[in-house]
């Protein structure tokens, strides 16, 4: 698979992120469905339970370890994602954790397109941020 940055606009030199990306030669595509610090939990009407209520920096490792997972599961690593979208309820709060991002995605040594996006709510109140990711290889 080759990779060709597209940077046409100067901003986004200094960031862990291209603002496009030519992927050639990929033969398989893995669509990663939002990723969050959840859990099974039977006492919530939705099932569903957040381990760290307000605490965007446990939930967004968590989240991107979950993003880990998920590549793993189908034989691919970071190193194959092509894009990367954080949804979240509090921007300044993820933007202030933006560096634990960057560490991640460099670790892979790729820096795919990133869009955050700011949302009134998540699937569960106490939910914060999501990872949302495709992948191809």
Same mark, same amino acid.
Do not use: F
């Given at each position: 698979?080759?990779?060709?940055?597209?940077?046409?606009?100067?901003?986004?030199?200094?960031?862990?992120?291209?603002?496009?990306?030519?992927?050639?030669?990929?033969?398989?595509?893995?669509?990663?469905?939002?990723?969050?610090?959840?859990?099974?939990?039977? +006492?919530?009407?939705?099932?569903?339970?957040?381990?760290?209520?307000?605490?965007?920096?446990?939930?967004?490792?968590?989240?991107?370890?979950?993003? +880990?997972?998920?590549?793993?599961?189908?034989?691919?690593?970071?190193?194959?994602?092509?894009?990367?979208?954080?949804?979240?309820? +509090?921007?300044?709060?993820?933007? %202030?954790?933006?560096?634990?991002?960057?560490?991640?995605?460099?670790?892979?040594?790729?820096?795919?397109?990133?869009?955050?996006?700011?949302?009134?709510?998540?699937?569960?109140?106490?939910?914060?941020?999501?990872?949302?990711?495709? %992948?191809? %290889?």
């Amino acid at each position: 698979m080759k990779r060709t940055p597209v940077n046409p606009l100067d901003w986004s030199a200094a960031l862990p992120m291209s603002q496009g990306e030519l992927i050639e030669g990929a033969s398989r595509r893995l669509r990663i469905a939002g990723q969050g610090e959840l859990w099974e939990d039977p +006492d919530d009407p939705a099932g569903l339970g957040v381990g760290c209520p307000g605490d965007m920096a446990r939930q967004l490792e968590a989240a991107l370890s979950n993003v +880990d997972a998920v590549l793993s599961a189908a034989g691919m690593a970071r190193r194959h994602l092509v894009q990367v979208r954080l949804l979240t309820t +509090d921007m300044r709060a993820l933007l %202030a954790e933006a560096d634990a991002y960057a560490a991640w995605i460099a670790e892979a040594g790729v820096a795919p397109p990133l869009t955050l996006i700011g949302v009134a709510a998540l699937v569960h109140p106490d939910l914060m941020v999501m990872v949302e990711a495709e %992948a191809e %290889a």
